[in-house]
């Protein structure tokens, strides 16, 4: 089935640092989500991209659609406790017959140091 | 405004029996999707539903698995006769429509075969 490659798998920053995780895919995505994962809870969504090359910013977050839709890219400026958790990507397919259905990377598990 | 509500959280069953888990979507929302998570893991789709029909199950094993989703009442998740490599946690999402606006997930269930 189509996988989505995302890294670093973990990482372990102090508290002020920024941080920097991306996804790719053999495939073309025509929209990419980035998702946070607290544990015994659903994700919750972050940043959506709808447009290659497309920019976007959420407070602390910014996340970009790649010119080529096969990768994309979540920064976390000045990080905080509260930023610990699992953060996924998630790609949609331009298959229009595979509507709703979300392809997930594998999570990149942050974890900060006050 | 509830959000996306499964029930239950947590659910222990002995393998041979059969779990049921339930979803009661965001309120206006007519599509449920579902999808299982393995630990360490992404979300893998499973099945996509609307009121009375099943969409896209692309996503679901052949055998045991089943989903329904009735005029009246919650979506339905089935598993007969669960094995030990059904412990995972289920997540169901809802949407008003189709596409990924106001697409949303629930804090999921956890089910663990003893």
């Known amino acids: 089935g189509q996988q989505l490659n995302q890294s670093p798998q973990s990482m372990f920053i102090q508290e002020g640092e920024d941080v920097s995780m991306n996804c790719t895919s053999s495939?073309?995505?025509?929209?990419w989500l980035w998702y946070k994962q607290d544990p015994g809870e659903g994700p919750v969504l972050l940043i959506a991209?709808?447009?290659?090359?497309e920019l976007t910013s959420n407070g602390r977050l910014t996340a970009q659609f790649g010119i080529t839709r096969k990768d994309s890219f979540l920064n976390i400026s000045a990080s905080i406790p509260s930023d610990v958790g699992i953060y996924f990507c998630a790609g949609q397919f331009s298959d229009g017959g595979s509507q709703g259905n979300l392809i997930f990377g594998k999570g990149t598990k942050l974890s900060v140091k006050p | 405004n509830a959000g996306v509500m499964q029930n239950p959280r947590h659910l222990v069953r002995r393998r041979g029996q059969e779990a049921r888990l339930r979803c009661s979507p965001m309120?206006?929302?007519?599509?449920v999707y579902w999808y299982r998570q393995l630990p360490e893991e992404g979300l893998k789709f499973m099945v996509y539903?609307?009121?009375?029909?099943?969409?896209?199950e692309s996503g679901m094993p052949k055998e045991r698995f089943s989903a329904e989703f009735p005029k009246e009442g919650p979506s339905i998740l089935r598993i007969q006769q669960v094995v030990r490599g059904d412990s995972a946690a289920y997540f169901c999402?809802?949407?008003?429509?189709?596409?990924?606006?106001?697409?949303?997930f629930g804090s999921g269930t956890r089910l663990t075969v003893v």
């Open positions: 999402a809802s949407s008003p429509g189709l596409g990924l606006y106001g697409y949303t």
């Open positions: 991209l709808y447009k290659a090359g």
């Open positions: 495939s073309i995505f025509n929209t």
């Open positions: 539903l609307q009121k009375e029909n099943i969409i896209d």
């Open positions: 309120k206006g929302h007519s599509h």
